[in-house]
């Protein structure tokens, strides 16, 4: 029998923890420094491949994933020397999806070709915003000029590229963002992110919200309003979600966060990277320190980034298929999660069907168009005592 | 043993912060009762709860040697009594076992409404009363003026306050020797049969249950065998000491001293506070006036939030009911919440007290329902029943009338204030009885309704006067007026643990805000919910809790897994602090909350 990973296939993470700027509402694993050593960085990924390598040995690799961070701050030898690592460690699918992340400026834009012929196939390109007010106001150190002409360049490098807008900023109304959404339609290749802004602890949007100073946010009602009106605009444009923040035209989703949502198994590399690893029929969840420098010297000291490896109980495994797996248009398969659980959901299940947020037969179990928005409320009522 | 002649016994009365608690520690401090070493702050507020919010909530007693101006060696046993309100009762049988007061009035402040409370008490106890005026270190300071005001309102003699700063010690030898030379000897004869009051009891977990003794006349020692002459039960003494504020053994305790013993016995309710201590052989005839028992004048629901933690309320309950006799307690089943107990308290502090020791001692969340009042409920065959919980309410076509308790409060106020203060005693339907000023402020005496001071009205006398005013009640009596139970509905189905008794002409209004509170303490769920309260069948306020429109997190890759998982965990652990009404989830808060009124 397969083991549960092999139903989302498996990928690899690669984090870069650095940026330009501290975005004020951003809580990923991201640091200012002065100066990288590239080249030790290069050293230390290529070593953390062949570690995982040998434990994941004969696996097809689908996806990489170059996160951060900014990994368009990469050298494109550093990117090169890694995909060739890859390529070396495991057999690669013939679709492989390599994506890399990138902030929209000029100088991140000329380093695009040298990512191609290293092997990234994909770019998504962290746009946000498409005015400059907007930007400015979300800590952005670029324009919507310039970033437009990044994301030129992108399209003529690359077959694949994505952008992600931030929405349900400050001050902004149903309308502007209708009509801000039909520009980025008007631009997208095959795959758009679109995020609602979110409030994170530890930001300084955070300290500012807390200290009520964060002004002109979008009230819950228009927040759901703006999301009822991104699904249905995005459809009518061919770009359905697919997932509760991704739109994609068909066949266009990404391979590797579908790696995520379905539960499959990836590793992850690189500071604060997480990773899902089913190694000897146990899941394990990997977790690397967050400091760049204390991960790098550990890696080099010891040969090993992580800091810990849990298991994964039956229970947690399940908690995580679906809050993972309801994520997506298409739900879980009710095979696959009565193999993960003897929980009996069913009489959560009904109610919830009952009252419209779930749609349920014998294959699989997803979200209704009303459930949607309220997920979170979903997951809590169904993997409640 | 101590001749009559230097034993001085003596309370402290004052108002809530004039610096009783200071005082004591600074008066055991100078005479060396205690090691510098060993000193605290507050070292008679024992309980955690006690040195936490700065007030003493049982009597406490120490022992203090010392030799004053005139070469003598004297004993001072100080009785520290607690100073709110809900525990006034405990200040008036402690008062009974000594013979003078320091009346403690903060000479930055003055007069204020637990201090008259107070010293009514000490003056009903027939005692000396010695003036302090304390704080005399600050700078707002106004030892004149308030020494006025003690004789104007009080009507005592303060020529001779003694001024004390407790903090800095100035006063303190002053305030010796005062004891000493003002206060009264205690009387007795060492040669009568033995008489001793039962002062205060507790249990304690090593000892058992501990007695605190005041001696009449005649002599305690270890092994006599005592009578309590209230239940003729008689007890081998194993035990016999004073407090300085340690336990400290004695050979004996005689006429004037006082002390403690203890006596094998198992359960704080074998006492009898202001029962009369003799001799099992040869003893007194004549007992002691008794104290009537303090009776509980404010009932609540506990619930345990756990309902497998049934049990170990029921635990904690019995355990804390062993050393308090004014906590009563009787199961109760509610359809909401469960199994629980229906608990009477002398007030809301001493709820607050109690509930925050089961949560923290015994570690049980609880979910706490709406205090109510005793009201009488006279049935049409002439009955009278007693109504702790509105949930009992019988069915009003065998009612006749219902009667509530009132009460009269005093409640001193600055001038500025005093329009809010009247208005706030108005909307809780009051009547004025009187209103005269003293110095600068007024003191207004009302007679309200208890059940409309018994939740929030200290909060909201505190916030409209910035703090500036103090309170104090006493029971009046029962009266009968229009008064309707008000339930209240969640998505059509009734919780009876919000139900409340209300009268008939504020039950528009308090219906209303209650359910706009609970629309705001209910969190939105995934349909709308209507919330209504209603009298009988009628509804009389509506709300609709909208559907939660938007509750899902916008990005979920690869590290959130975790995070979302743990993130889930919690509110989990969150949900506990919910109860579930059909299809609806309350948090526990909400039970209290609703009720605030904001005005
Ligand atoms: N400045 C000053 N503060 C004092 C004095 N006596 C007490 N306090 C302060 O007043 C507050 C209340 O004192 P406390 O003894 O707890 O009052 P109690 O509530 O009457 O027991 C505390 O913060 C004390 O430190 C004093 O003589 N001078
Ligand atoms: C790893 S981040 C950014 C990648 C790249 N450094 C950039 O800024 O363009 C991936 C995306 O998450 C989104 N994001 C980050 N913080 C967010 C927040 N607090 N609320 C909503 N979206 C956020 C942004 O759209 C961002 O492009
Ligand atoms: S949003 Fe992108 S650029 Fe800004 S701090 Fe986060 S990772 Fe760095
Ligand atoms: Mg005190």
């Known amino acids: ?385 | 043993m101590t001749d009559l002649s230097h034993i001085r016994n003596f309370s402290i009365v004052a108002h809530i912060d004039h610096g009783k608690s200071t005082l004591a520690d600074r008066l055991i401090q100078s005479t060396n009762t205690v090691a510098d070493r060993d000193m605290k702050a507050q070292l008679l507020d024992s309980m955690d709860i006690e040195r936490e919010r700065g007030i003493t909530i049982k009597a406490n007693t120490v022992r203090i040697d010392y030799t004053a101006d005139n070469g003598e060696a004297y004993i001072l046993n100080l009785i520290d009594t607690p100073g709110h309100v809900d525990f006034a009762y405990e200040v008036s049988r402690s008062m009974r076992a000594v013979e003078g007061s320091l009346l403690v009035v903060d000479s930055t402040q003055g007069v204020e409404a637990q201090t008259l409370a107070n010293v009514y008490q000490a003056i009903d106890a027939d005692h000396e009363i010695v003036p302090v005026l304390n704080k005399i270190d600050l700078p707002a300071s106004e030892c004149d003026r308030v020494a006025e005001q003690i004789e104007d309102v009080i009507g005592i003699d303060a020529s001779g306050a003694i001024r004390v700063s407790a903090k800095t010690g100035i006063g303190i030898h002053e305030t010796l020797e005062a004891i000493v030379n003002l206060l009264p000897a205690p009387k007795g004869d060492r040669d009568a049969p033995l008489k001793a009051m039962l002062v205060d009891s507790w249990y304690d977990s090593y000892l058992g249950v501990i007695v605190l003794v005041r001696v009449i006349d005649g002599v305690m020692k270890k092994n006599d065998r005592v009578k309590f002459m209230s239940n003729g039960t008689v007890h081998g003494i194993d035990k016999i000491g004073v407090f300085r504020p340690q336990m400290q053994d004695v050979a004996e305790l005689g006429p004037g001293e006082i002390g403690f013993i203890t006596a094998s016995i198992k359960q704080v309710r074998d006492t009898r506070v202001g029962d009369t201590i003799t001799s099992e052989r040869k003893g007194t005839e004549v007992a002691l006036d008794g104290f009537k028992p303090a009776q509980p004048v404010v009932f609540c629901g506990l619930f345990p939030v756990d309902s497998s933690e049934f049990e170990d309320l029921r635990d904690a309950i019995e355990k804390l009911a062993l050393n308090d006799a004014s906590f009563s307690h009787e199961m109760e089943t509610s359809a909401a919440l469960g199994f629980g107990f229906r608990c009477g308290f002398l007030g809301l502090l001493h709820l607050e007290v109690i509930r925050d020791r089961i949560e923290r001692e015994y570690d049980i969340d609880l979910i706490t329902t709406a205090p109510s009042v005793v009201y009488h409920v006279y049935m049409r065959d002439g009955e009278m029943i007693e109504l702790h919980n509105p949930a009992d309410m019988p069915d009003l076509t065998h009612v006749d009338h219902l009667e509530e308790p009132r009460i009269k409060a005093t409640i001193l106020v600055p001038d500025e204030y005093l329009g809010d203060v009247l208005k706030l005693c108005q909307d809780r339907r009051g009547v004025q009885l009187d209103l005269t000023y003293a110095g600068s402020r007024a003191m207004v005496v009302y007679d309200l309704p208890l059940n409309e001071v018994v939740f929030d009205f200290y909060d909201r006398l505190k916030s409209v006067t910035k703090g500036y005013a103090s309170f104090d009640y006493q029971m009046t009596g029962y009266q009968q007026d229009n008064l309707v139970k008000m339930s209240v509905l969640v998505n059509d189905e009734p919780v009876d643990a919000l139900s409340m008794m209300v009268h008939r002409d504020r039950a528009e209004a308090r219906g209303r805000a209650m359910v706009e509170k609970l629309k705001d303490l209910i969190p939105r769920h995934m349909f709308k919910i209507p919330i209504q309260a209603a009298i009988g069948g009628k509804v009389i306020a509506r709300e609709t809790l909208s559907a939660l429109r938007k509750d899902v997190t916008a990005k979920c890759y690869g590290g959130d897994a975790t995070r979302k998982r743990k993130l889930l965990d919690k509110q989990k652990a969150g949900k506990k602090k919910m109860r579930q009404f059909g299809k609806v989830d309350i948090p526990q808060e909400a039970f209290i909350s609703a009720l605030k009124m904001d005005s």
């Open chain 1, 1 to 385: 029998m397969p083991e549960d990973w092999e139903n989302g296939g498996f990928g690899l993470y690669i984090h870069w923890p650095f940026c330009q700027a501290k975005c004020p509402y951003c809580d990923f694993n991201s640091h200012v420094v002065a100066q990288i050593d590239q080249r030790a960085w290069a050293d230390a990924y290529v070593s953390e491949i062949a570690r995982i390598g040998a434990e994941t040995e004969g696996r097809v690799l689908r996806s990489v994933f170059f996160g951060g961070g900014t990994p368009s701050l990469m050298d494109p030898d550093v990117v090169d020397a890694i995909l060739t690592k890859i390529r070396a460690t495991w057999p690669i699918a013939n679709d492989i999806e390599v994506t890399l992340e990138a902030n929209p400026t000029s100088v991140e834009a000329g380093r695009f070709a040298g990512y191609r012929d290293a092997g990234v196939n994909r770019v998504s390109m962290g746009v946000q915003a498409l005015n400059d007010a907007d930007l400015k106001a979300l800590g952005r150190l670029h324009s919507a000029s310039e970033a437009m002409q990044a994301f030129d360049i992108a399209r003529s490098v690359f077959d694949r590229v994505s952008f992600d807008l931030i929405y349900a900023r400050q001050g902004q109304t149903l309308k502007d963002w209708e009509a801000e959404l039909r520009q980025a339609l008007g631009l997208a290749v095959d795959h758009l992110s679109l995020y609602q802004l979110t409030i994170e602890d530890g930001t300084a949007f955070g300290d500012r919200y807390a200290a009520g100073k964060l002004r002109g946010l979008p009230d819950d009602d228009v927040a759901a309003d703006m999301y009822a009106l991104t699904q249905g605009v995005c459809e009518d444009t061919g770009f359905a979600g697919y997932e509760v923040s991704n739109h994609a035209r068909p066949g266009c989703e990404s391979t590797h966060n579908k790696i995520y949502w379905k539960y499959g198994d990836y590793a992850g590399i690189g500071p604060g990277a997480h990773g899902r690893l089913t190694l000897g029929g146990t899941r394990f969840a990997t977790e690397a320190p967050r400091a760049p420098a204390a991960w790098l010297s550990q890696v080099r000291q010891t040969g090993n980034g992580d800091l810990c490896r849990d298991v994964l109980s039956l229970d947690d495994q399940f908690a995580e298929f679906l809050l993972m797996g309801m994520r997506l248009r298409d739900g879980v398969s009710v095979a696959r999660f009565s193999q993960l659980s003897d929980n009996i959901l069913i009489n959560k299940i009904n109610g919830l069907v009952e009252i419209g947020m779930l749609e349920y037969n014998t294959e699989t179990l997803r979200l209704s168009q009303q459930g949607y928005p309220v997920l979170n409320a979903v997951l809590r009522k169904l993997l409640e005592d």
